[in-house]
Nanobody, 123 residues
Framework: QVHPVESGGGTVQAGGSLRLSCAAS????????MAWYRQPPGKERELVAG???????KYADSVKDRFTISRVNAKNTVYLEMNSLKDDDTAVYYC?????????????????WGQGTQVTVSS
């Protein structure tokens, strides 16, 4: 099991930016697909963005052109750059390690969730 550690959350005004980081321990990071999920208050967890081992990224429609997922294999870290933040982006953001892409959709590794980091966007 891999338990990633998320960081970088906080409170930001609408229109602002934040960068989230997810550090994963263990070997073979460069061969793993990764993803960011979020869970808004009172709602279910949803996929935000995923990145394959070769750097290909997929985004939820709600964050396209605003969020960017990236990875630095030498640091075992995946990032989520969030720009033009909106009230609807308020959520706890979770990192997932070692899932798989199937028909272009990221399938999470259910044994690998972090504790999450809170992002609050104020208007």
């Amino acid at each position: 099991q891999v338990h990633p550690v998320e960081s970088g959350g906080g409170t930001v005004q609408a229109g602002g930016s934040l960068r989230l980081s997810c550090a994963a321990s263990g070997n073979g990071f460069s061969r793993k697909s990764m993803a960011w999920y979020r869970q808004p208050p009172g709602k279910e967890r949803e996929l935000v963005a995923g990145i394959s081992s070769d750097g290909r990224a997929k985004y939820a429609d709600s964050v396209k052109d605003r969020f960017t997922i990236s990875r630095v294999n030498a640091k075992n870290t995946v990032y989520l750059e969030m720009n033009s933040l909106k009230d609807d982006d308020t959520a706890v953001y979770y990192c997932n390690v070692g899932g798989a892409f199937s028909s272009g959709r990221y399938i999470p590794n259910l044994r690998s969730w972090g504790q999450g980091t809170q992002v609050t966007v104020s208007s």
